[in-house]
């Protein structure tokens, strides 16, 4: 039997999922339900306009959507103060990470980020035959932003990658930590920075809309506005950068109701305000049933809390334990951060549910 093969590059890497979605999960399980904790999708949903837009316009599903987003994009540029020009949309945050790789990182080059960090980054730079170097979160499970700086230095990479804030520990480097790595990163480096939950951290903890050739901002509608399944999300950089990855990217990539959805769910602020207003109560009743299980939290500026529970395997066995139950939560998986689990914030009824399901396994 023949055996059609990949181009060596593609040959070379071994069957991987960045992510195994709960759907596996209970099918694997036999779960007909599960409490869904593990995503870090928003427990809210999306604005009522944004679902009343897009069921309105389902009967124009036929269509296709605007290759270009102009009005979302100019949206966007009006609420940032930068140029149309300025913005690329794309389909979620993983779409514009996956475009700058192959833009910046090609075969043989090399892309930094920290070790444990959102790990699709790691599946674009495999996948396109780039280099991946790492270096260690902090003892204190932050960024280690000197260490990015000196291995940038030294290893002149295509790509520096930093989530802020990050994801899986929670935590946020400064606005002037965030600087300082742009000032001193590589004159051909570009410094890509995933800020998909932004709308849950202070607003004064970033920088300002700066355009550089050596900065590319993304953000989502995945996380506070509840667009996750709609798949929709924009970076910001400059016109040259824009017109390089539109060179390589799905021109009908975006679907037409998630524009639409994108565009009103804009419109309604007070929705997601509601919606971040409720993901800082429950962060602070996942801090507190921590305490009273004599467990420490990491302080989180998006929508999940890490809870230690000391060692890997003892992280690893919560985690079994309590998928056998129907709880679907995820966890960190190098240090210092693999001796924690991480668990979406949910609405106050699935907080209340999954404090029980935790009290009930493997308590101390």
Request: charged share 20%; aromatic share 8%.
């Amino acid at each position: 039997m023949t055996i059609l093969r990949a181009t060596p590059a593609i040959e070379a890497i071994p069957p991987m999922t960045p992510f195994i979605g709960p759907e596996q999960l209970m099918r694997e399980g036999g779960h007909p339900h599960i409490l869904r904790l593990g995503a870090n999708e928003s427990a809210f949903g999306p604005s009522p306009r944004a679902i009343a837009a897009m069921a309105t316009e389902l009967p124009r599903l036929s269509w296709y959507g605007d290759p270009e987003s102009y009005e979302l994009r100019e949206t966007l540029a009006a609420r940032l103060g930068c140029k149309v020009d300025e913005i690329l949309i794309g389909s979620g945050i993983d779409d514009l990470m996956g475009l700058a790789v192959r833009a910046f990182v090609g075969p043989g080059s090399i892309a930094l980020t920290t070790r444990g960090t959102y790990p699709t980054f790691a599946y674009h730079v495999t996948g396109y035959g780039g280099g991946l170097e790492t270096v260690d979160y902090r003892p204190d499970g932050t960024i280690d932003v000197d260490a990015l700086i000196e291995r940038a230095a030294e290893l002149q990479p295509g790509i520096v990658y930093v989530a802020n804030p990050d994801n899986p520990s929670g935590t946020m480097c400064t606005r002037g930590q965030i600087e300082t790595l742009l000032e001193k990163t590589p004159p051909q480096t570009l410094l890509l920075l995933d800020e998909a939950y932004a709308e849950f951290a202070p607003p004064h903890s970033f920088m300002s809309t700066t355009i550089d050739a050596r900065l590319m901002r993304v953000r989502t509608f995945s996380k506070a506005y509840g667009m996750a399944g709609a798949r929709v999300g924009y970076a910001v950089t400059t016109p040259r950068n824009v017109e390089t990855f539109g060179k390589i990217r799905l021109q009908y990539g975006v679907n037409r109701n998630a524009q639409i959805g994108a565009l009103a769910a804009l419109a309604d602020d007070a929705y997601a305000a509601g919606v971040v207003g409720e993901v800082e109560r429950g962060r602070e009743e996942y801090y507190a049933l921590a305490r009273s299980l004599g467990r420490k939290t990491i302080p989180s500026f998006t929508n999940f809390v890490c809870i230690d529970y000391g060692s890997a395997q003892e992280a690893n066995a919560v985690i079994v334990d309590l998928m056998a139950r129907g709880v679907f939560i995820r966890k960190p998986f190098a240090p210092p951060l693999d001796g924690y689990i991480r668990v979406t914030v949910g609405t106050a009824p699935e907080r209340s549910e999954f404090a029980e399901h935790l009290r009930a396994v493997r308590p101390r």
